[in-house]
């Protein structure tokens, strides 16, 4: 398996770790991340390409697309947390 493009940290792990401990009656710190990781966002931007710009698209330009791609997805979830008041160190 390759490792996940480089664009920002996913934390669905550690959230899941979070959540267990709290369930259990524990202190646990929670650090909100960004959903922004892989092939779904590569995948995305293929969907949102014409056929002949996808065809010609390289792996290069592909990643830079993805990479913009997340910055917006971020900005949306930014948003989300801030109507949602989710907070967290």
């Known amino acids: 398996a390759c490792p996940p493009p480089p664009f920002l940290p996913t934390t669905h792990a550690s959230c899941l770790l979070c959540r267990q401990q709290l369930l ?9 991340g960004w959903d922004t990781h892989g092939l ?12 002949a710009e996808r065809r010609a698209l390289g792996p290069v ?29």
């Open 24 to 32: 259990l009656g524990k202190k646990a710190r929670f650090v909100p």
């Open 40 to 51: 779904p966002i590569e995948l995305k931007v293929l969907q949102t390409l014409p056929d």
């Open 61 to 89: 330009e592909l990643r830079k697309k993805a990479a913009a791609f997340a910055l917006e997805a971020v900005e949306s979830q930014k948003e989300q947390f801030r109507r949602c008041a989710v907070r967290g160190k």
